[in-house]
């Protein structure tokens, strides 16, 4: 049974940084196109970051380039997001997920496995 936990989300005043862990059981990481969601209250569930199944590509909504870094330790089987530079629009509650194809796709509907999330707080 492959299992998602994130963990790092927190508050923290803008401009300053968190690094996001979602850690994977139960399959190796390098068998996901894996990203990172984000969805604040009233909005959709998005894409912020996403890593193909090679390791070799990444992917990233323009609202987040140059601040934010997805990578992938396949040794901890855990896929990290750096962030940066943080703004109170950054404010939100972060998942992981995983899909079998190796692009990571642009709909949440095409991830099999999810987290639970965890929240991300940016104060002004």
């Known amino acids: 049974q492959v299992q998602l936990v994130e963990s790092g989300g927190g508050l923290v005043q803008a401009g300053g940084s968190l690094r996001l862990s979602c850690a994977l059981s139960?399959?190796?990481?390098?068998?996901?196109?894996m990203a990172w969601f984000r969805q604040a209250p009233g909005e959709e569930r998005k894409s912020v970051a996403a890593i193909a199944k090679s390791g070799y590509s990444t992917y990233y909504a323009d609202s987040v380039k140059g601040r934010f870094t997805i990578s992938r330790d396949n040794a901890q089987n855990t896929v990290y997001l750096h962030m940066i530079s943080l703004i109170p629009e950054d404010t939100a509650v972060y998942y992981c997920a995983a899909s079998w194809t190796g692009i990571p796709p642009r709909s949440s509907a095409q991830y099999a496995y999810w987290g639970q999330g965890t929240q991300v707080t940016v104060s002004s």
């Open positions: 139960g399959r190796s990481v390098s068998s996901f196109a």
